[in-house]
């Protein structure tokens, strides 16, 4: 009688130490996966600055949802992200930060509306972010705020 105990036991205490041996792998959705990773490669190569700080903007795993996040941030919208950058962005003294994230147009939508939230009162900082496209309007804006807005190309 006892037999059939010992062995449940030893079954499930096997069972339980294959699962804790277990080690999960990244994901799309991991804070630093291969496109996170690579920006911050690419702003390491080009940012001469002996400090940076950065900044994950996270986005969905769909693109109908990474839609609605634009959507959300266009309209003014302030997300945690943007709330950090805002924070980022009005310590003293001024801060290199790079911005990087699996979604470009999420990455600049939360530049943009951070931007809005400051005054062009004093000298800001640096920001750096990974974009296939040059957006002048975008660096004029965060020069206005004392921003200086380096945009990479891939």
Do not use: W
């Amino acid at each position: 009688m006892k037999l059939p105990i010992y062995s449940s036991l030893l079954i499930i205490s096997l069972l339980l130490s294959g699962c804790v041996a277990t080690t999960p792998q990244p994901t799309a959705a991991s804070p630093m996966n291969a496109e996170t990773s690579r920006q911050v490669v690419t702003i390491d190569q080009f940012a001469r600055d002996p400090e940076r700080l950065y900044l994950h903007v996270p986005s969905a795993s769909n693109a109908i949802s990474n839609r609605m996040v634009l959507v959300s941030l266009r309209s003014g919208t302030r997300s945690q992200a943007v709330n950090t950058l805002v924070n980022y962005l009005n310590r003293q003294p001024a801060s290199s930060i790079g911005v990087v994230g699996d979604h470009e147009e999420i990455n600049l939508a939360t530049i943009d509306v951070a931007l809005q939230q400051l005054n062009p009162d004093t000298e800001r900082g640096k920001l750096y972010v990974v974009s296939k496209a040059i957006h002048g309007d975008l660096v004029d804006q965060a020069s206005a705020v004392g921003v200086e807005l380096i945009l990479i190309q891939p």
